[in-house]
Every structure is written in structure tokens, then in C-alpha cells.
């Protein structure tokens, strides 16, 4: 019987052992899982800490982009407030300078008009005289009365004959009307050497010009300071001097008349 217990105490025991030894077995895999597991979410934490400090890395170039960005539409918007700021400055001034050309342009169809009114006036008055002795024509904005040698003076002489003087007085007649002329008295003569008074032909055609000068400021009071003579000798020609009708077209005494343009060039030197 007590052999019995024995073996039944011993058979007991092992069985005991046996699920002891197994639950340590298990337990033994349990840990190590555990321990793999530990190890595995370390390493995940580990990579995750790199992929967060990747991803602060990225957030801070981009605020640095976005940074940089706004710094850039702000110059550009600078710049572009600057380039309107300009852009309207140019505009205004053309704008002026549009406004000014027009203005030049009314003053310019202003003296074109004077000019014609003058000329139909000049014409007017010495209408009486024969055509092929004085002529009255416009250019470059002028109006020209051309009057010939045989006109004005005997030949190589700077004495006004008396058909030269009533040509004369018609023109200064006019002339005291329109305060706001410019005159300007050309003598010319032909290149055949001259004899006699003068020394040559500068001289004579100088003293004829101011023979005429004489006669519009002493005789019939036209304002001198509007005044201006000079001598020209042979040197501008309407024809050739080449045939005896040439010779006589260049000896002429030329009368310019110009609208004053004070306004114009005010205006132009404002421009």
C-alpha cells in the first residue's frame, strides 16, 4: 500500500513537472516574441523619428520657400507699383508733349493763314505794277516781294527812282497795318564786275538794301526795330547769269516778310 502512495505521489509529481516545464517553455516563446515585438517597435520608432525629422527638414525649406516667395511678390509688387509710377509718368508726358504739338500745329496753320492774308495784301496793294518788274510769291512760310533793278534804280546806282518809291509806299503802307511782320531786305546783283562808286558788287547790292531801309523807316515811318538789310552781291541767283535775261532776273532787290513766331519758339523751347 505504501508502495502504492509512493508510485502515486511520484507519478503526480512528474505530471506537475511536466505542465510546469511546458507553461515555462511557453512562457520562454512568449518573451521572446515579446522581445522581437520590443525590438520591432523600437526600430519602427526609430524610423519614424527619422521620417519626422525628414519631414521637419521639408517643412522648414518650404517655409523658408514660402518666405523667400513673399519676399518676392513683395519686391515684385514694388517694382510693379514703381513701373506703374513711371508708366503713368510717361503717359503724362506724352500727354504734354501731344498737347504741345497741337498747340505748335494751331500756331503753325495760325501763320500759314497770316502769311496767305499778308501775301493776298502785298499783291493787292501793288497790283498796278507790271509783273515782270515785281512779283509777290510765298515760301518756307514767307511771303517774298522780289522787285527788279529797273524798278528801284538806274543801273550800277543805290538812288531809289521815283516808280520805286510809290512801290515803296504801298508796301510800307501795308506794312504799318501788320505791326507783327518781320522785315528783312536782300540786295542782289549779276556777276558782271561793277565800275565806278562802288567797289564792287557786295557794295553795291549792301547800299541798295539800305537805301531801301532808309526810304521804309525815314520816309514812311515803319518801325526800324523790325527791320533787317543786307547785301547778297552775286551769290544767290534766281537764274543764269550766263544770257543778258538771266543777268537781269538776279539783279532784284528781294523784300521778306515773316509773321513774328515769338510764341512758337517759346513753345518749342519748352518742349
Known sequence: MIAGVFLLSSCVAKRYLAQS???????????????????????????????????QSNINDLNGKVSALSNQNSQLGQQTSEQQSKLTQSQQDLQRQKQKLEELQNLLNQQKAASEELKN????????????????????????????????????????NPQGVDALAKLAAVLNLNNDVAVDIEGHTDSIPIRGRYQDNWDLSTARANSIVRILVNTYKVDPTRVISSGHSYYEPVASNATP??????????????PKLDEMYKLLGDM
Open 121 to 160: 495784301k502785298m499783291a493787292e496793294a501793288l497790283k498796278g505794277f507790271n509783273s515782270n518788274d515785281l512779283s509777290v510769291y510765298q515760301k518756307d512760310g514767307k511771303v517774298y516781294v522780289s522787285l527788279s533793278e529797273k524798278l528801284l534804280f538806274p543801273s550800277g546806282s543805290a538812288v531809289v
Open 21 to 55: 516545464q511546458k507553461q515555462t517553455a511557453t512562457l520562454r516563446d512568449d518573451s521572446t516574441q515579446l522581445a522581437n515585438k520590443n525590438s520591432e517597435l523600437q526600430s519602427n520608432i526609430s524610423s519614424l523619428k527619422d521620417q519626422i525629422a525628414t519631414l
Open 245 to 258: 535775261e538771266g543777268r537781269a532776273k538776279n539783279r532784284r532787290t528781294d523784300i521778306i516778310l515773316s
